[in-house]
């Protein structure tokens, strides 16, 4: 058996589907990112990065739950820890982003803060993967 979870960034948000390789869809959420713009330049938006990254990490909540998921969440924001869970590979590395975790902890990718953290390419603060490769963690879920 074989869950994934996938990533759809639209114009104005961001979907993730959580699929078993047998069963199909589990679950979904969608969470939204506003767009910028200015008064001098009517035609110029813009986004950014870090909206990007917590409707990402709202919208995994959201589809954990909907898969019906049984994780206890209680900050929502990485500062409790009630959200850890155990990881069992890495493609890429964590971004962990969390305030629970020790470095320590968090250096060697044994667990992390579901509310908060994601797979990531390249290094820390920079949102481009080079190589093209998606970042993937598997996780050990209740
Ligand atoms: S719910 Fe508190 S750290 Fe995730």
């Known amino acids: ?3 994934v ?26 969470a939204e990112y506003p767009l910028y713009r200015t008064k001098q330049d009517p035609n110029h938006a813009t986004q950014r990065h870090d909206d990007h990254m917590a ?7 959201r589809a954990v739950e909907d898969a019906g998921v049984d994780v206890m969440w209680d900050c929502r924001k990485g500062e409790c820890g ?10 890429g590395r964590i971004d962990h982003r969390d305030v629970f975790l020790s470095q320590q902890q968090k250096e060697t990718y044994a667990s992390l803060c579901l509310c908060v953290a994601r797979a990531a ?10 190589s093209g490769e998606p970042a993937a963690v598997t996780l050990h879920l209740p």
């Open 82 to 91: 009630i959200c850890q869970v155990k990881v069992l590979d890495v493609s």
């Open 5 to 30: 979870a996938g990533v759809d960034f639209g114009t104005l948000s961001v979907r993730v589907s959580i699929v078993d390789d047998r069963k199909g869809r589990l679950g979904s959420g969608v």
């Open 55 to 61: 409707a990402l990490a709202a919208a995994m909540r």
């Open 1 to 3: 058996m074989a869950v």
């Open 121 to 130: 390419r390249g290094e820390p603060g920079d949102p481009g993967s080079a």
